[in-house]
């Protein structure tokens, strides 16, 4: 996982509850992707930011929002708005070479 | 749905080879990826192939690709318990950086 830090491992969140997972990285990679999985299933992808100040909506975009205000930070917020919200939440950068994607260790959501 | 697609679970015995197959759907994908899951943990890439090739190995690894029946898969000879893990494979299209992810093959490494 090394130069790409997921937190907390573990969250968890009340119904109406907006919660922000965070994700650094000290890569120097520009591209930076969250992604959902559900267990069992494989990867969908959330939101993308090519660039600092800009990002993109992914596959299942809907009850998240995104920020990119700097090169090494791309957090994600869970709004109250997702309502199936539980899920293991990946963080990944992308370097030019190859456009080869390094993944961060995860962060867990669950609801109470 | 996924465009990749994998089968879902494979068990071996410890020093039997493993071969994990995936078929995918675009043939202007340009490289494609397997990476490695283990428990609670994140994606790890294992080797890729980039699509004027057909295989390439590395060390216990092999990836065979089948341009023309859109098949990639990843032999692992002399599979080891630690290799019990989930297998993804993944494409890039030739639009855009974007990866496009199979469901992941539960390979279970029976002692």
């Known amino acids: 996982d090394g130069g790409i830090t997921q937190s907390p491992k573990y969250l968890f969140r009340k119904e109406g509850q907006n919660v922000t997972l965070s994700c650094e990285q000290n890569?120097?990679?520009?591209?930076m992707y969250w992604y959902r999985q559900d267990p069992g299933q494989g990867l969908r992808l959330i939101y993308y930011?090519?660039?600092?100040?800009?990002?993109q909506k992914g596959d299942i975009a809907e009850g998240y929002s995104v920020s990119r205000e700097k090169k090494e930070s791309f957090p994600l917020t869970v709004t109250s708005a997702q309502k199936n919200p539980t899920a293991f939440y990946l963080c990944a950068t992308q370097t030019g070479e190859r456009e080869k994607l390094f993944f961060g260790s995860g962060t867990q959501l669950s609801v109470l | 749905g996924e465009d990749v697609e994998q089968s879902l679970f494979l068990s071996v015995r410890e020093g039997d080879s493993s071969v994990i197959n995936c078929t995918y759907t675009d043939s202007s994908s340009t490289y494609l990826y397997w990476y490695k899951q283990e428990p609670g943990a994140g994606l790890q890439l294992l080797t890729y192939?980039?699509?004027?090739?057909d295989m390439k190995q590395d060390q216990r690894l092999t990836v065979l690709l089948n341009k023309k029946d859109k098949h990639l898969s990843l032999r692992i000879a002399d599979t080891q318990t630690g290799d019990s893990a989930i297998y993804f494979c993944a494409e890039r299209r030739n639009a855009g950086n974007m990866l496009t992810f199979g469901g992941g093959t539960r390979l279970m490494v029976k002692p």
């Open positions: 890569l120097n990679h520009d591209a």
């Open positions: 930011s090519q660039i600092v100040n800009d990002f």
């Open positions: 192939i980039f699509s004027n090739m």
